[in-house]
């Protein structure tokens, strides 16, 4: 692991540290080059998105080959323990989600005598959901995705997947399993960023949407920040994954090396951070990693290598106060703490900007990326700061209600009046004296 110590690091070099993820999404040439296809889908339509899967997927699709049939959705197997443990996850979730969409329930008090006001909570009526396929398959953003905007409640809901690269066209069965068991029948095999203009534009074949989340390549990111501007909603940013882990001289270094390696092994863009207050941890943990980088695959070897070196690296700090004050300045997408259980909920307290957070060493990232049921769609580079993961409430929305008596009414009309004068909106003020109140 590069390593530094958070004391003698300048603003700069902090700067750097907590600095990822946005260059590449914003970077001017590939803003051209999604801008070209997103016009080109926004005019030629169904045309432009297989010429998108032509040109960069070397997959030759016709329109009529975008949609994933029915009789593929239904036919699609995996392993029966793929199938069993998607079961698991999708019940997880549901359990997780379901909690939340109870807790969002329309409310209404008497905020005045006379005077009500409250919210009606609603689903969102369409939502394009982006499954990723290009370094690896991923039927767990599919459930990640799919679970909260059922829960929801979604009238229309549209899911993209590129096809497995290589192939004729194919869709990796074990997304379409999950699209089966959760009743979502339109699924489309399209590439990232022209699924992005599809979903938002609407095509022939390609229903339109009003809002479009999931994570996928800075071409993906930058196709959803793009397709802002053509009044699509879409989340914070879901870029290249990282993890922190606090861990001080009571943690594993065995399994503190192995749950690094969870998010680390993801891309040569991955990020991941050790904080920790003890330098011989840091020793045991470099020790561990070189042997259990050693029997990785070599693509993944190379990415953990990245994610803890040039990107990333260990922290030293002089105290778990100090350690907390580092990671809110990080806003990690996820957080590990790897404390002695005497110190785990001061310094859970002490913690407000990640994505998620996991307690001890039983509660690793995988665990929570594949099937605790907590979300796993989470904001990247810095954006845990303003914004959440994925969950039935991204799929909601707030309609509030409120409600007046005639004696409230009157009681307000003085301070109506006097504000719609001093705004020189005459209307305003008319409304009510034209009722004598």
Known sequence: MRRMTWKTMNDDDREALCHRGLDDIFDSNLRTSVGRIIDDVRVNGDEAVCRA????????????????????LERAEVRADVDAAIDVAITNLRTFNDALRERAADWWIESAPGMFVGEKITPIASAGLFVPSG???????????????????????ALVVPPVPGGSGDVDPAVLVVCRKLGITNVFRVNGPAGIAALGFGTATIPKVRKVVGPGSPAVTC??????RHGVATMMLLGPTESVVIADEHADPIRLAADLLIEAEHGADSAV??????????DATDAELDRQIAMLPS??????????????????????????????RYAPEHLQ?????????????????????????????????????????????????VSSGITVEAFLKRTAVAEADAAALARMSPAIIALADHEGFAAHAAALRIRGV
């Open 223 to 228: 196709a959803q920040v793009e397709m802002q």
């Open 53 to 72: 899967l032509r040109d960069f997927d070397h997959i030759d699709i016709d329109p009529d080959g975008l949609r994933v049939s029915d009789d593929d």
């Open 273 to 282: 951070v050790l904080v920790t207050t003890s330098h011989a941890l840091a």
């Open 135 to 157: 370094k690896a398959s991923y039927p767990s953003v599919a459930y990640q995705l799919g679970v909260p905007a059922v829960v929801a409640g979604v009238a229309e809901l």
């Open 299 to 328: 693509v993944r070897a190379a990415a953990a290598r990245a994610a803890l070196g040039n990107n990333g690296g260990c922290v030293f700090v002089g105290s778990l106060f100090e350690a907390a004050a580092v990671v809110n």
């Open 337 to 385: 703490l790897a404390v002695d259980e005497s110190n785990r909920q001061p310094t859970l307290d002490l913690l407000t900007e990640a994505g998620e957070i996991l307690l001890g060493q039983n509660t690793p990232f995988s665990a929570a990326n594949y099937l605790i049921g907590c979300p796993a769609s989470l904001p990247t580079s810095g954006f845990a700061h």
